[in-house]
RNA sequence: GGGCCGAUAGCUCAGCUGGUAGAGCACCGCCCUUUUAAGGCGGGUGUCGCGGGUUCGAAUCCCGCUCGGCUCACCA
């Protein structure tokens, strides 16, 4: 077998280098290369002819280029031209203006960009001419000492430079970037080395992460890993995907949400426990739906869903404020504010504000069920669950920009909490919409075996009716609750909408690295 | 799944009611040692998304398809 490390070995010193076209590989795809991939493969031929390794095993580096902006872009001619700061620094050719026998040219490590200047006289005519082989996109390493033009920009004066990785492809347009939506998520390293500002998106979706860990880690939370593959798709109401164990010849779903597992561990005396990770659910793709996205799902013991308020507040105000600096930030059109108290609404008060009708009208079901039919004239089977939902969806959602809980919610619709206080057809749960999205969803969660029990035939009655959105009946899960739940409060919070949120983007797919697309051929 | 919009050079885009395919950047050749969307002179590198049709002639008009965006539906 060949080790793949020596697939591309050194040309040996005494003779010109092995069959270009092995040494040099073309696009991967396609037979057909175009004008500027054969002149690139040629001139890396020719780079490896002169002796560059064409590909070296690692890079000494004293500084990174975002390190080097940062300490010293700040300092004056004079001030840098004392400090004589020598510098060995990697990175990717972004731009070149050759002048003769000199150049300046920039290079980029994703983050941010500083400029290399090249004189024959200085890194000599030998260096001079292999760097006249290298292009924009190429990866190199650069070594010399930091100065400032007379425009008074960083500059490193290059003494000698190690090439470091060939971009056998041409990259973008310097000035209007990548802009074909589809080619930037089919090809994100595209966009990543383009537009700096998405590589910031995803910068403050790694921080949000790392800070929620710190945030639950904090308060005696443990984070937990439970099945992304279950033999029941439960703990929401979702299509979800289907995949088979050969060898239990078991059909498995992946999960559409953690909740039952981590309500078992409750159960098992983990008091306080979260989980960030991935849920599936086979339905449809839009702004705001991808079918794996990422959640972070918390319960803790003792708790209501009032309490799971004043965390949810304390959380996202603690997160905005450690990550922006701030308590408003915009969104589109809009400033968010995040401060407390966010605004509590219940979900029929919500109804009556959206739509106009008086709160006693919802006691009207035909009433309801009827305007609900006006709105959404498409939606054929309308019950009265389902119609407050049609009213909530076209007349309430998009206006709540400003973070507000919706408290209590039908409980028809949420098969796995406790009934509100004192009123049996309202859930004990919240949902918290800002900018029009649902952001989190809590509630006090159902703890009395034989109403869960209950709850889930229901569903599986719904589901005998044709309803496909129905919770299956988990008994086993009913079987952990007759070993005693204590009072619990759970709430899963949508990690790629929080993002969206902070970053003010529109759409999922800015947030997530890889949104799905359906697979093309290359051209 | 329905509706609307889009796909033209490596990238960003123009191309009208049908008549031999264009610009900027990038690229190639020449000049240029503090430039920075460097500059000067010269060069267009293309399966006009794919497949049919109409026509003397199609990037352009018609039909079908693929992929994407927005939107509605479905759905947190």
Same mark, same amino acid.
């Given at each position: 077998?060949?080790?793949?490390?020596?697939?591309? %070995?050194?040309?040996?010193?005494?003779?010109?280098?092995?069959?270009?076209?092995?040494?040099?590989?073309?696009?991967?795809?396609?037979?057909? =290369?175009?004008?500027?991939?054969?002149?690139?493969?040629?001139?890396?031929r020719r780079l490896i002819a002169a002796g560059a390794n064409p590909f070296p095993h690692k890079a000494e580096r004293t500084h990174s280029v975002v390190g080097l902006v940062g300490a010293y872009a700040a300092l004056s001619t004079e001030e840098l031209a004392a400090a004589r700061v020598r510098v060995v620094v990697p990175g990717r050719i972004m731009s070149v203006r050759l002048m003769g026998k000199a150049s300046f040219f920039h290079i980029s490590d994703g983050r941010s960009k500083i400029q290399v200047y090249i004189r024959a006289e200085k890194a000599g005519a030998e260096a001079y001419e292999r760097f006249k082989l290298l292009d924009i996109g190429d990866f190199l390493s650069v070594t010399g000492e930091l100065f400032k033009t007379k425009t008074g920009e960083l500059t490193v004066l290059c003494e000698s430079f190690t090439f470091m990785a060939k971009c056998l492809h041409p990259l973008p347009e310097k000035w209007h970037g990548l802009q074909d939506v589809e080619l930037r998520h089919r090809r994100r390293y595209l966009d990543l080395i383009m537009n700096p500002e998405v590589g910031e998106v995803f910068r403050l979706r790694s921080a949000v992460i790392s800070w929620l860990r710190r945030f639950f880690d904090g308060r005696g939370y443990i984070e937990v890993e439970t099945p992304m593959m279950q033999p029941l798709a439960g703990g929401a109401l979702a299509r979800p995907f289907v995949t088979h164990h050969n060898a239990l010849d078991l059909d498995l779903y992946l999960r559409i949400a953690p909740e039952l597992y981590?309500?078992?561990?409750?159960?098992?005396?983990?008091? =306080?426990?979260?989980?960030?990770?991935?849920?599936?659910?086979?339905?449809?793709?839009?702004?705001?739906?991808?079918?794996?996205?990422?959640?972070?799902?918390?319960?803790?013991?003792?708790?209501?869903?009032?309490?799971m308020m004043d965390l949810t507040e304390e959380l996202f105000c603690g997160l905005c404020s450690d990550l922006l600096n701030k308590d408003e930030f915009p969104y589109g059109e809009h400033v968010i504010s995040l401060k407390r108290p966010f605004r509590r609404i219940k979900f029929r008060d919500a109804l009556a504000e959206g739509s106009g009708l008086p709160a006693a009208a919802f006691d009207d079901r035909p009433r309801i069920i009827k305007y609900a039919e006006e709105l959404a004239p498409e939606k054929k089977p309308v019950t009265y669950g389902k119609a407050l939902d049609i009213i909530f969806d =076209?007349?309430?959602?998009?206006?709540?920009?400003?973070?507000?809980?919706? &408290?209590?919610?039908? =409980?028809?619709? #949420?098969?796995?909490?406790?009934?509100?206080?004192?009123?049996?057809?309202?859930?004990?749960?919240?949902?918290?919409?800002?900018?029009?999205?649902?952001?989190?969803?809590?509630?006090?969660? &159902?703890?009395? %075996?034989?109403?869960?029990?209950?709850?889930?035939?229901?569903?599986?009655?719904?589901?005998?009716?044709?309803?496909?959105?129905?919770?299956?009946?988990? &008994?086993?899960?009913?079987?952990?609750?007759?070993?005693?739940?204590?009072?619990?409060?759970?709430?899963?919070?949508?990690?790629?909408?929080?993002?969206?949120?902070?970053?003010?983007?529109? #759409?999922?797919?800015?947030?997530?690295?890889?949104?799905?697309?359906? %697979?093309?051929?290359?051209?």
């Open positions: 077998m060949t080790d793949p490390k020596n697939r591309n %070995p050194l040309p040996s010193p005494s003779g010109p280098p092995a069959a270009p076209e092995t040494e040099a590989p073309g696009p991967a795809d396609g037979p057909q =290369k175009s004008e500027q991939e054969l002149v690139r493969a040629d001139k890396y981590l309500k078992r561990l409750v159960v098992g005396g983990m008091e =306080k426990v979260y989980e960030i990770n991935r849920n599936f659910r086979n339905e449809g793709i839009d702004s705001e739906h991808n079918p794996e996205f990422t959640m972070i799902e918390f319960y803790e013991a003792y708790r209501d869903y009032h309490d =076209k007349r309430v959602k998009e206006r709540l920009i400003q973070p507000t809980f919706i &408290l209590n919610p039908p =409980k028809e619709v #949420s098969p796995l909490a406790k009934s509100a206080a004192g009123i049996s057809e309202e859930a004990a749960r919240f949902e918290l919409m800002v900018a029009g999205m649902e952001l989190a969803n809590a509630f006090s969660e &159902l703890t009395d %075996p034989a109403e869960q029990k209950a709850r889930f035939e229901q569903q599986g009655e719904e589901r005998k009716k044709g309803n496909e959105e129905t919770h299956p009946v988990d &008994l086993d899960y009913v079987q952990a609750l007759e070993y005693g739940l204590p009072p619990t409060g759970g709430e899963g919070i949508g990690i790629d909408r929080l993002v969206m949120l902070l970053a003010d983007r529109r #759409s999922i797919r800015e947030v997530i690295l890889f949104p799905l697309l359906r %697979p093309r051929e290359e051209k």
